[in-house]
């Protein structure tokens, strides 16, 4: 940007924040300065516009609106290379304990001392036993967890899917027998803030990956799913953050929601005479693999859902902050490509 044009933006910003400073009913010589500094050093814009609201006094629907675009702005002036997210509003706080994006962060830095040998099985190149090891040993999610002899990338699931999905973000490739990081774009991506770092790999999980290759018996189950997303997300719309469901119920919900497009497909057909067995896939096979590959596998990994397992009383999970805006994002169906946000810029 050229400088004149640049003091001409910084000046426009100034002054618009002292506007706004005085119809709140702020010290204008003080508080200017103040929120100027503060949104500099935010390590995000949601962070910077919820510090800046929250030191305002109940302010209206119409100030709220105007602090939040002014902000959003201001921070984006100070960080030009950042690019801008579309109705992303997620904080560093909100994706701090998203254990996919731990996962991933670890994992790349492994990578990077050390890429990882793949072998080819049965039509197919997995990482090697003793790398696929090496790697889950040093995935955060997997502290705690007992280890076992693997016998091939398979044995890991976590580290599979992860595995898909950095592929998937293209911030890892095969070449020459190895599993290795892609330069350039893992650099983009670690220069983005944290809750656009798990904005791509939201995106590359979600849209990228196909979930089928993980549910085995049920692949055609999870493809419909897959298929019609949309679905999945209004039926949890309007959930808020720390609101508190049942596993099981919430599994029937989302049952019921993708039932009859089972149905449209022939997948609940059976043989005359098999209605019983009908009934046992419906109230018990297809809950409990919903809970696995959606609440665990998806929603939990992400950080979007806490799973509270209670001894002797029936599991809850709870919704995250994180949870709640991005299905909230989700619903409104106006979200871009998360790649993109390492292409174009």
Known sequence: MPKNDFQ??????????????????IDVKQGAPFFMSFVKDAPDPETAVQGVINRLSQPSAALHRKWRSLITDLWTFNHPHVPALPQWPLSAEDVAIAPLLLDAREVLTVLEEKSAVIV???????????????????MPSQTGQPLFAVENEWNCLDLKRLRSVLQAARLVRAIKGHLVPVRSRLDRWRSLPAAQQLYVLWHADVYHVHWQDYAG??????????????????AN?????????????WAIRILETFLPLW??????????????ALQIVQQHALPTIIDRFLLRDLLERHGLITITEEFGSISKFTWTSAGAKIIAAETNRDLTCGNNLLETW
């Open 237 to 249: 719309e309007n959930v808020d953050s720390q609101e508190v469901e049942d596993r099981t119920l």
């Open 8 to 25: 001409t933006k910084a000046t426009t910003h100034e002054a618009k924040l002292r506007a706004l400073c005085a119809l709140s009913d």
């Open 120 to 138: 080819q099985e049965k039509n197919e190149w997995l990482i090697s036993p003793d790398d696929a090891m090496r790697l889950a040993q040093s």
């Open 217 to 234: 018996l049920w692949s055609k189950y999870m493809k419909t799913i897959q298929d019609y997303l949309p679905l999945l997300w209004e």
């Open 263 to 276: 149905e449209e497909e022939g997948l609940l057909d059976l043989p005359r005479g098999h209605r019983a």
